[in-house]
């Protein structure tokens, strides 16, 4: 069986399934846009992205991605969701990431484009890394001096 007709047969078996969960990810990434995020809708996230950890997981072309999507569900299992709310930066970040892997499988999936999965991949894992900096750099801050600011003349 040649690659082209593997790929075919295992993009025709999910292209169902990632059409309903790119429509999750759509309403999710509605309601990050809009701050209505909570608990319940961190959790339905942490699904969605489980199914197509799942998916891609099952083509040896897609599944050394898989790993990075249980990082980014590991991830949002430790996060508060109040807290996460709060901060602009945090919200944007997580908003960029479902809006990514939604462009992602519907590219990969339903138009047919094939992007290189390690970008991809690699993008994800960089977007996820300044969600979790983000995060606790706001949790962990106790005053308004974050060290980020370089003072250059002392008088």
């Known amino acids: 069986m040649s690659d082209k007709l593997i790929t075919e047969e295992f993009l025709d078996t999910y292209e169902g399934d990632v059409m309903f969960l790119s ?17 319940e809708k961190k959790n339905f996230l942490s699904d ?24 980014f569900t590991d991830l949002l299992s430790t996060i ?28 990969y999936f339903i138009s047919r484009i094939f992007s290189d999965v390690y970008l991809f991949q690699d993008s994800l894992y960089n977007s996820i890394n ?6 606790l750099l706001d949790v962990d801050s106790t005053d308004a001096d974050d060290g980020s600011e370089v003072l250059f003349f002392n008088d």
């Not at 508060?80 to 590219?107: A, C, W």
């Not at 300044?130 to 995060?135: C, D, E, V």
Request: aromatic fraction near 12%.
């Open 130 to 135: 300044f969600l979790k900096s983000a995060y």
């Open 23 to 39: 429509q999750d990810l759509e309403n999710i990434r509605k309601d990050i846009l809009n701050c209505n995020f909570s608990e």
């Open 80 to 107: 508060n969701t109040d807290e996460l709310v709060k901060n602009k930066d945090t919200m944007s970040y997580l908003y960029d990431i479902v809006s990514d892997i939604n462009v992602y499988i519907n590219q």
């Open 48 to 71: 969605n992205i489980t199914e197509v950890h799942d998916v891609f997981l099952s083509s040896r072309y897609t599944q050394q991605v898989a790993p990075t999507f249980m990082e």
